[in-house]
DNA sequence: CTGTTAGCGCTTTCAT
DNA sequence: ATGAAAGCGCTAACAG
């Protein structure tokens, strides 16, 4: 291994010298840097991350946290595209990162402690909002530089990243009022997410203005469950026109029911999903969907975390990625 | 933060001393032992891991190199789940994991030099195989630990993990065989890899048993392309009563196009696929499928090199993870 | 502009 | 069974 001493000798320089030229600092004759730079590539030097961050008590890595690691929210497509807007922006700044997925609150605390008190990461990203939640509060408590994706909790003082979740799911009804759609069915999924919240009460907005009557139905994750919903609608013969999901996961659920069904989309009924993915652009029928950049909030979050560790202060705490609507097979003019 | 020196302190022992237990250390008396284990829980004594990565050399990290990082394969179940397999033997073993996806051969190749030379990884775990790879010279030249997940190169003396393909494919052809099927047609994405080729021939062999005939497309994977070959198989009369698909998002396309072009499954053409996931499972309809089990793959790929960096000999250079048919209503007797 | 010095927290001979 | 001492590769005062 090639180390700074072994490339300050072949200068002719002190180890400090070379440690300066590494860390780009003014005061160095520009020959020495470049002489120095030069041998540096000559014997392909690698500086030592464990020594730097011993002594600098930088570790260069960002961690991430995770609520759930369960099937359903590793393979969201969703969370795959933030994780990735993350790592590349991370990794755009020499940055790594490191996931935690517990099954349990506590498993997830002890192993952020750890993390924080062995200096393995300088600053957190959290892939969840939520009011007066455990991790957080550790993380404050600390002062553990983090930002959070998702809906901002208004007295808290941190950088949040987030769709405009009212706006977007009020634009979305909107223009499926002007497709002629009436009848309408929000279908959510179980679990009090502030997300599904905002987007109900966008879309009950969008409703009221145009005098409709909204309708909202939370459900399990589970294809029985839909198809027995739907079967339940058709005997009733209260079919809305338009069923708009929550997710990409729920909307593949109610194509899958709708398809077993034999309701045609869109003649029979229409569908429109949040969350666009390549499986909803790809579904059957490709879906018109709320395309919410999750890539974008995940180069976000890592900016602000970036800042954020190399000491910038960041004024807007509020980052609102913007969302549009990619119109598809699944509507149509009725 | 609390060091093994303040833990000495409180002890009466040497920072030696705490050192060794904290290695489990043989000859430290059990009372010294007890003692100082009480203090390290006490003082919530936690490791720096940068310190004793500086001076054994042992990072507890293994390196995970893709090939493609683009949105499909991202998004793709069958990855998805390999790393969660990986990820959760890894840190069962107290080991983190990084990844590397770059876009070309040659930032993947200086990445992992540097990870290599500053001592950042211990081992590897590569999710392709592929004959002379570049990769895979440089970790052999450099002689650092790595498993693949893939076909065995015969002349290697590397871990491979794999499932086997052939028979895979051979046993769903004989199981669709055996519903009734005559006319095959076999979907394949394009881009010559070894397990859609094994599958192929998996597929070729059943049918040869049968004394049917195969027929095998290459196709991109491109919603539009698809759409036109089936139109053209409907304009030549030429539908084939079952279509094998030989992956989850190519089949995905496939029954956007079938639905597209209104042609009913399994009443008028079947479907089945390899590498089963949430999405094959609730697609329109739920698919039969291959279940290649991708997080058993990972699993296994975890256990082998933590086995290979801590110096374990393994005799058993390729180990194959089985797989089962997972029959749904995508196809049914004819 | 550059060199000297003193560690960061840990492991590991070499003693005893 | 335990301690003393050296040093992993790097950075950061401090001193010129």
Redesign the interface.
């Known amino acids: ?2 180390t700074i001493r072994d490339i300050a000798n072949a200068a002719n320089v002190s180890p400090s010298t070379v440690s300066r030229v590494l860390s780009g600092n003014r005061r160095i004759s520009i020959t020495t840097r470049e002489r120095v730079k030069q041998i540096m590539a000559d014997l ?1 030097y ?6 730097r ?2 002594i600098t008590k930088k ?1 260069k890595t960002i961690g991430i946290i995770q609520k759930q ?1 369960d ?2 929210t ?2 969201n ?1 969703f969370i ?2 933030v994780l ?1 807007g993350i ?1 590349t922006e991370c990794k755009r700044h020499d940055y ?1 990162t ?2 935690t997925t517990g099954e349990q609150i506590n498993e997830i605390l002890t192993e952020v402690q ?1 993390m924080i ?4 990461v300088e600053g957190f990203i959290l892939l969840y909002s939520k009011e007066n939640d455990a991790i957080a509060n550790l993380l404050k408590q600390q002062s553990v530089p983090y930002v959070v994706i998702g809906k901002p909790i208004n007295h808290e003082k941190i950088v949040h990243i987030d769709n405009d979740n009212i706006l977007a799911a009020q634009l979305l009804t909107r223009y499926l009022i002007t497709l002629g759609h009436t009848s309408f069915q929000f279908l959510a999924e179980l679990g009090d997410y502030e997300v599904v919240k905002d987007r109900i009460t966008g879309y009950k907005r969008a409703l009221k203005e145009a005098h409709l009557k909204p309708n909202t139905v939370f459900i399990e994750m589970n ?1 029985q469950q839909i198809i027995s919903h739907f079967k339940t609608l058709i005997n009733e013969n209260t079919l809305p026109t338009i069923v708009i999901t929550s997710d990409t ?1 729920l909307n ?2 109610v ?2 029911a ?3 069904l034999k309701i045609a989309i869109p003649e029979e009924i229409q569908t429109a999903t949040f969350n666009d ?3 909803s652009a ?5 879906q018109t969907a709320v395309d919410i950049q999750p890539q974008l909030l995940g180069r976000a979050a890592g900016e602000s975390i970036m800042a954020l560790v190399s000491g910038n202060h960041i004024d807007d705490l509020n980052i609102i990625i913007p969302t549009h609507i990619v119109n598809r ?1 699944s509507t149509q003019k009725l």
């Open positions: 291994m090639v392909n690698q500086p030592n991350h464990a020594a961050t011993l570790s690691g099937k359903v590793r393979q497509p795959i595209e990735s790592y790594a490191i996931s750890q008190q062995s200096h393995a294809r996961m593949q659920l194509l899958s709708l398809y077993e993915s390549y499986i790809n579904a059957a029928p490709p097979r």
